[in-house]
T-cell receptor, first 113, second 114 residues
Framework: AQKVTQAQTEISVVEKEDVTLDCVYETRDTTYYLFWYKQPPSGELVFLIRRNSFDEQNEISGRYSWNFQKSTSSFNFTITASQVVDSAVYFCALSEGYDKIIFGKGTRLHILP | DADVTQTPRNRITKTGKRIMLECSQTKGHDRMYWYRQDPGLGLRLIYYSFDVKDINKGEISDGYSVSRQAQAKFSLSLESAIPNQTALYFC?????????????FGPGTRLTVL
């Protein structure tokens, strides 16, 4: 069965610190997709990244980076030099296609000025 | 203009009422989705559609129905609303944009069933 675990329910860091959000997943399929989403206090959902199971290259987008390790079934998300605007709830998700997307329960990130 | 719009943004209704939530998109994407979000539970997929003639149940479809009136429109109905359907509902589309497969979410509809 598919499962996504975000063990960190809430994290607080001081602005400019780096922070890593953990995501561990379970699936029996060899082909699957992993996602990260951001939900700021305003409530909208923002898609950040989609990664397929055959692409283990790390991804960097500005201050955001993602580390995908199949050996440990993890897809961790790092924010470098955090800013107050990064404060949000971040969701990790897993799917075997575009159906049955399973979301983790989210990590609430507080960036303190 | 927003890529994905949802109407209404907020709705309070009573148990037993029929409610329709509407979603429109300007991305030209074939794939559309309805999710609900409950506190502490993340998002759960209600229904999804890969084109106008293709509609599929998601994880929690009981008590809901959908209609894909056109490529750009995907409506979610609650035939007889009940209090545990109180939640934040998101519509989303996905497709290729700028060389990558991307999802776009609407702003959400906050539904309260009394």
């Amino acid at each position: 069965a598919q499962k996504v675990t975000q063990a960190q329910t809430e994290i607080s860091v001081v602005e400019k610190e780096d922070v890593t959000l953990d995501c561990v997943y379970e699936t029996r399929d060899t082909t699957y997709y992993l996602f990260w989403y951001k939900q700021p206090p305003s409530g909208e959902l923002v898609f950040l990244i989609r990664r397929n199971s055959f692409d283990e290259q790390n991804e960097i987008s500005g201050r955001y980076s993602w580390n995908f390790q199949k050996s440990t079934s993890s897809f961790n998300f790092t924010i470098t030099a955090s800013q107050v605007v990064d404060s949000a709830v971040y969701f990790c998700a897993l799917s075997e296609g575009y159906d049955k997307i399973i979301f983790g329960k989210g990590t609430r990130l507080h960036i303190l000025p | 203009d927003a890529d994905v719009t949802q109407t209404p943004r907020n709705r309070i209704t009573k148990t037993g009422k029929r409610i329709m939530l509407e979603c429109s998109q300007t991305k030209g994407h074939d794939r559309m989705y309805w999710y609900r979000q409950d506190p502490g539970l993340g998002l759960r997929l209600i229904y999804y559609s890969f084109d106008v003639k293709d509609i599929n149940k998601g994880e929690i479809s009981d008590g809901y129905s959908v209609s894909r009136q056109a490529q750009a429109k995907f409506s979610l109905s609650l035939e007889s609303a009940i209090p545990n359907q109180t939640a934040l509902y998101f519509c989303a589309t996905s497709g290729w944009s700028g060389g990558t497969d991307t999802q776009y979410f609407g702003p959400g509809t906050r539904l309260t069933v009394l």
